[in-house]
């Protein structure tokens, strides 16, 4: 089983500022079969990037997925207020996918 | 616009089987291009997959849950259904439903892999006496 853990549990950032959100595997992640998801509270999961890297319908370009292999990251260019929320990696390369535990960005 | 919603009892007493559907509309759960999931949330926690059916009817479980998740699909209704059995306070969660879109396959382990893009809104199911 991959796991995956994600950096930092909690960043603390302004309307505006650029938010960089880590995701790191235990072991190589098929094809760049990652994916990234925001939640909001009360809410599901929504879907953001798949692929690493591509961006889901209708999400905006300030989000935008990078890496390869045990590596990945997702930045948010310039945070809006609705930005603000929990954000969760998944990779799907291989049995049983697996989520990490999560990275919450915060109003500071 | 697919829209999945999920049902079923929000109380489960322990050491019985949690019973969730989901409903699929906006679209056929008969489509080959997707496969169907269970995806748990404990409140404050992580999101944890509990399995998938593809529309062959064929299944893949979290090996961790795998002794007591069984999931079926009913093509005749649109709708793919849950049941976990001796259920503990460990099993109080969010339960949600989950459409991905098939994208890469594992020729040795007959393994679909794929992003979710559609969630039902989550259950609230509660484990206790």
């Known amino acids: 089983e991959i796991v995956l853990t994600q950096s930092p549990g909690t960043l603390s950032l302004s309307p505006g500022e650029r938010a960089t959100l880590s995701c790191r595997a235990s072991?190589?992640?098929?094809?760049?079969?990652l994916a990234w998801y925001q939640q909001k509270p009360g809410q599901a999961p929504r879907l953001l990037i798949y692929g690493a890297s591509s961006r889901a319908t209708g999400i905006p370009d300030r989000f935008s997925g990078s890496g390869s292999g045990t590596d990945f990251t997702l930045t948010i260019s310039r945070l809006e207020p609705e930005d603000f929320a929990v954000y969760y990696c998944q990779q799907y390369g291989s049995s049983p996918e697996t989520f990490g535990q999560g990275t919450k960005v915060e109003i500071k | 616009q697919v829209q999945l919603q999920e049902s079923g009892p929000g109380l489960v007493k322990p050491s019985q089987t949690l019973s969730l559907t989901c409903t699929v509309s906006g679209g056929s759960i008969s489509s080959g291009s997707y496969y169907w999931s269970w995806i748990r949330q404990p409140a404050g926690k992580g999101l944890e997959w509990i399995g998938r059916?593809?529309?062959?009817?064929?299944?893949n479980y979290n090996p961790s849950l795998k002794s007591r998740v069984t999931i079926s699909v009913d093509t005749s209704k649109n709708q793919f259904s849950l049941k976990l059995s001796s259920v503990t306070a460990a099993d109080t969660a969010v339960y949600y439903c989950a459409r991905a879109r098939k994208v890469y396959y594992d020729i040795l382990t007959g393994y679909w892999g794929g992003a979710y893009d559609y969630w039902g809104q989550g259950t609230l199911v509660t484990v206790s006496s």
């Open positions: 072991q190589s992640v098929s094809s760049s079969y």
């Open positions: 059916i593809y529309t062959s009817g064929s299944t």
